[in-house]
T-cell receptor
Framework: DAKTTQPPSMDCAEGRAANLPCNHS???????VYWYRQIHSQGPQYIIH???NNETNEMASLIITEDRKSSTLILPHATLRDTAVYYC?????????????FGSGTQLTVLP | DGGITQSPKYLFRKEGQNVTLSCEQN?????MYWYRQDPGQGLRLIYY???????QKGDIAEGYSVSREKKESFPLTVTSAQKNPTAFYLC???????????FGPGTRLLVL
């Protein structure tokens, strides 16, 4: 069963912020929220992850609600190269190898 | 440059033939993974390995085999027993203590 729910598609104007939502209402206390993206016919690219606090790196910001049941990935100034499928993944930490459960993701299309 | 490489980019298989997909990483990662992606779908885990000379089956291991003789290498063999091998194959690696997985560029396998 999917641990996350994402809208199937979103559009964003070039130069504007892209806000991608993710619901993970069954997340447990030791589970992280990860975001990856996949540009057509390429391998998934890691973007960012977080546990409780909001996180920011050179690619994006991750906003996690206080109850941790949802999060938003923010691309502050979307470019055409950001057109991709964005995956929100919830996984715990156990110190051992584990699979990432990729759902269907959100197809983000950045429009010129 | 550090990273994960996969070869070849495209691979053609004849009926009844075994083919081997290469995956190499120079990130000093302990764990390596093989995923399969079908068109419009998420990724599904085939095999993973946490340490040299050890590997475990994922959700869809039937018709596939792997080896882990070196930390840097995790080749995947698609055997003739895999009746529907046409897919995009992705290799990933990670440290055991951190769950961020980094992906290679993928190999697209087509059946002639």
């Amino acid at each position: 069963d999917a641990k996350t729910t994402q809208p199937p598609s979103m559009d964003c104007a070039e130069g504007r912020a892209a806000n991608l939502p993710c619901n993970h209402s069954t997340i447990s206390g030791n589970e992280y929220v990860y975001w990856y993206r996949q540009i057509h016919s390429q391998g998934p690219q890691y973007i960012i992850h977080g546990l409780k606090n909001n996180e920011t790196n050179e690619m994006a910001s991750l906003i996690i609600t206080e109850d941790r049941k949802s999060s938003t990935l923010i691309l502050p100034h979307a470019t055409l190269r950001d057109t991709a499928v964005y995956y929100c993944i919830v996984e715990g930490s156990s110190g051992s190898a584990r699979q990432l459960t990729f759902g269907s993701g959100t197809q983000l299309t950045v429009l010129p | 440059d550090g990273g994960i490489t996969q070869s070849p980019k495209y691979l053609f298989r004849k009926e009844g033939q075994n083919v081997t997909l290469s995956c190499e990483q120079n990130l000093n990662h302990d764990a390596m993974y093989w995923y399969r992606q079908d068109p419009g779908q998420g990724l599904r885990l085939i095999y993973y390995s946490q340490i040299v000379n050890d590997f475990q089956k994922g959700d869809i291991a039937e018709g596939y085999s792997v080896s882990r003789e070196k930390k840097e290498s995790f080749p995947l063999t698609v055997t003739s027993a895999q009746k529907n091998p046409t897919a995009f194959y992705l290799c990933a690696s990670s440290f055991l203590t951190g769950e961020t997985q980094y992906f290679g560029p993928g190999t697209r396998l087509l059946v002639l």
